[in-house]
């Protein structure tokens, strides 16, 4: 694990929204702001692993943070947890797309019914989240997104193409979000995380060989962990990239 050491004063306090921050990348995330003392609010179906996160960090920290759960592909489900979250921290000011699936999936076995869904999660909620904030964060006089997207989409791999076009998908919806939001002062980004090393994939995808293969490859000799990809995140939320926007930070060790 990567110790945090980094502070960013505006952080503190500030109104901030993560989607899928019960597991993975996204709980690192989680915890990651909340050490930041801002005011969290998460949305994630992963009712234990999240109920578990909140119970954690509910001591120790500025602020608890909240666990709304919400099924991201439910877009009434959406704007209602956008609207807890306001009504407990007030007018979110950064909103962090991290939800995401990345269930492999053959071309050739493909139903429409299956790209549907995967891009239900994998893009759709990424653009209504932020349709669903927009409002608050314009008269909150400003604010910061930042959307994961992923290398996957630029390395040609063929085993889920819904997923690869969704993370392209929201490569441009970033910049499309950034033209539009930043006359009101909001900042659209996106992080392009390399292979992380969350419990799911090295539940279901990460071999020794796989993994030595992908160091192999990056300039950085070690495996990439979740709490790697919060130093990214909290500088894109953070004033300090005030003038940075519509714009893809890749933090995969140097593989591309
Ligand atoms: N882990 C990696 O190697 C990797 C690499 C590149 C990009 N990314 C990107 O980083 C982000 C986080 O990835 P991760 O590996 O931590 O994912 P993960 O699968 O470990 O966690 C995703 C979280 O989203 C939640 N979620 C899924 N569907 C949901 C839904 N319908 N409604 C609400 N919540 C839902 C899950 O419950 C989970 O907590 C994703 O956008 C992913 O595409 C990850």
């Not at 952080?11 to 996204?26: C, F, H, P, S």
């Not at 869904?117 to 909150?140: D, S």
């Not at 085993?159 to 076009?165: E, H, Q």
């Not at 293969?213 to 990439?224: E, G, N, S, T, Y």
Request: glycine share 10%.
């Amino acid at each position: 694990m990567t110790k945090q050491t980094v502070s960013f004063p505006d952080l503190q306090d500030a109104a901030v929204v993560i989607t899928g921050g019960g597991t993975g990348i996204g709980a690192a995330l989680t915890a990651g702001f909340a050490a930041q003392g801002a005011k969290v609010a998460f949305i994630d179906i992963a009712d234990a692993a999240s109920r578990a996160l909140a119970a954690r960090l509910a001591t120790g920290h500025r602020h608890a943070p909240l666990f709304i759960h919400a099924d991201l592909t439910d877009l009434d489900a959406v704007k209602q947890a956008v609207a807890e979250a306001e009504s407990a921290h007030g007018a979110a000011t950064v909103l962090v797309n991290n939800a995401a699936v990345d269930d492999r999936h053959e071309l050739l076995d493909m139903s429409e019914e299956y790209w549907d869904t995967n891009q239900a999660i994998n893009l759709r909620p990424v653009a209504f989240t932020a349709k669903a904030v927009a409002p608050g964060m314009i008269a909150a006089g400003g604010g910061a997104i930042v959307n994961f997207t992923s290398t996957s989409y630029m390395l040609n791999i063929g085993a889920m193409p819904s997923y690869t076009a969704a993370k392209a998908g929201i490569v441009g919806l970033t910049k499309g979000l950034a033209g539009r939001l930043g006359p009101d002062g909001i900042r659209v980004n996106a992080i392009a995380p390399g292979w992380v090393m969350t419990e799911r994939q090295k539940r279901l995808w990460v071999t020794d060989a796989g993994l030595a293969a992908m160091i192999d490859r990056q300039c950085l000799k070690r495996p990439i962990e979740p709490e790697d990809m919060v130093g990214p995140c909290l500088f894109l939320a953070s004033k300090a990239s005030a003038m940075i926007s519509a714009q893809v930070l890749i933090a995969d060790g140097g593989m591309m």
